[in-house]
């Protein structure tokens, strides 16, 4: 499976989802010894609680590919350990340790705000925080959402509908309502992806809603009728369901203000209606002024993701900053490089690969596209740089070792892993279950040691 490269380096992955799986599979397989750091216990990332939960054969099609990978002997996996301010690593401390390349593929751990008045009133949610809940991710699967009788979806991509698949035919809210900021030309969902919710769908609504819009989409040279004909037809091939939840859309309004009772519970937003204009050849949506009030019990913001700011690393806008200086290579090295504008300097041997790189773009494959990238541009980095010796690379992977067991004894090892796995898969036989996930750590680590008695 692996070739020796003419001067095999120690590298460090942090983050374990495709983006890190798609690095640590290029460069171990090109002889490289790959240290890969993942805060959670098991692998995956959003292979792994960002798919959902139905999709049983997507999700154990990438878990066989990355156990591969994880099984090589240059592969050194360390789960259930953080790393940044507060963690149980520094970023300064792996770099200091000069390893060939860093590479940082912490996905977007962060949540976009709006910054609206009412946003932190009880029965607000982000949809990240929805999705790792409904995935049974550790810190999220406990956590209590209180949805009420009518929930507000804002946003109109792949995790709304996730997240109104949930709601309808999971948790049975009796009405559900996606809000869009643009048109309905300009919805984000994948055609496939509908399918499982759209016999939710209230088609009188959604025919109506285009009455009450389509003075605004001729405006810009939109035909309605045509838009409204596709969008029934994406919703003819529907899933079958036994839910009575109502879907409806609410095209062409964005939230303004957060509407609360006196207990600073949601009853409703406030949104400002928008109109459409054509910018640089885009559709683009702009404020016309006018407000309405929307009832509603609970709101969930599905309008994406911001990187983690304490990881060790310059943030602006919600993202890593990276090297302004384009090269002539393919892919772009500097798009993977981190930069730090105080000092107008690349960060030597420090990239990103993934939602590090570029928060909620894609899903699972378009991560994996972007490791593949970002190994690449690793490799370039290595080319002609000395290697250590193979006792300093020894050195070199114990010290971290020692560095991660001193801090974080509870960190799951590769022979720990396996163990996670077996257990996880005889819980799911005992249940007559298709798969099972143990939902906290404290559950995953006393299965492991369960397992070692």
């Not at 109109?156 to 009796?174: E, K």
């Not at 107008?344 to 773009?361: C, E, H, K, T, Y």
Request: glycine share 8%; net charge neutral; aromatic share 6%.
């Amino acid at each position: 499976m692996s070739r020796t490269p003419s001067s095999p380096h120690v590298i460090v992955v942090i983050g374990a989802g495709p983006a890190g799986l798609a690095v640590v599979n290029q460069l171990s397989q090109a002889g490289h010894q790959v240290v890969l750091l993942n805060r959670d216990c098991k692998f995956g990332g959003l292979a792994e609680y960002g798919i959902f939960p139905t999709k049983h054969r997507l999700r154990n099609g990438l878990r066989k590919s990355y156990r591969e990978i994880l099984s090589r002997p240059n592969v050194h996996y360390f789960g259930n350990v953080s790393v940044g301010e507060r963690g149980h690593l520094l970023l300064d401390e792996l770099r200091a340790l000069k390893p060939g390349a860093l590479v940082v593929a912490t996905g977007a751990q962060g949540t976009k705000s709006l910054k609206i008045e009412g946003e932190n009133a009880v029965g607000v949610f982000h949809a990240k925080d929805v999705v790792y809940h409904y995935n049974h991710l550790p810190d999220f699967s406990e956590r209590p959402f209180h949805l009420g009788e009518h929930t507000a979806v804002i946003g109109i991509g792949n995790v709304m509908a996730d997240i109104a698949h949930w709601l309808t035919q999971f948790r049975h809210i009796p009405r559900v309502t996606a809000i869009a900021r643009r048109g309905p030309a300009e919805r984000k969902y994948d055609p496939k992806e509908i399918l499982a919710v759209c016999a939710q769908i209230d088609r009188s609504a959604l025919t109506a809603e285009f009455g009450r819009i389509g003075t605004a989409l001729t405006a810009v040279g939109q035909q309605p009728d045509a838009i409204l004909a596709e969008m029934l037809d994406e919703l003819a091939a529907c899933e079958a369901s036994a839910s009575t939840s109502i879907l409806r859309f609410h095209f062409l309004t964005s939230p303004r203000r957060v509407l609360v009772d006196d207990r600073n519970y949601v009853k409703g937003l406030e949104l400002e209606e928008m109109a459409l204009a054509v910018r640089d050849g885009d559709i683009a949506a702009v404020g016309t002024g006018r407000r309405h009030e929307f009832p509603c019990d609970s709101v969930i913001f599905a309008v994406g993701d911001c990187v983690d700011d304490t990881l060790g690393l310059p943030v602006k806008n919600g993202t890593f900053v990276t090297n302004p200086h384009h090269t002539r290579n393919q892919p772009d090295d500097a798009l993977f490089q981190a930069y730090d504008p105080s000092t107008n300097l690349v960060l030597d041997g420090v990239f990103l690969g993934g939602w590090a790189r570029q928060a909620s773009v894609g899903l699972v494959g378009i991560a994996k596209r972007d490791g593949d990238w970002c190994a690449r541009v690793v490799e370039r980095h290595l080319t002609g740089k000395p290697a250590p010796s193979a006792g300093a690379a020894q050195a070199t992977l114990a010290e971290i070792r020692r560095m991660i067991m001193s801090r974080q004894p509870a960190a799951i090892d590769r022979d720990r892993l396996a163990l996670l796995t077996l257990a996880e898969q005889e819980e799911a036989v005992r249940l007559g279950a298709t798969e099972f996930k143990f939902a906290t750590n404290d559950e995953m680590l006393a299965a492991i040691r369960q397992q070692q008695a």
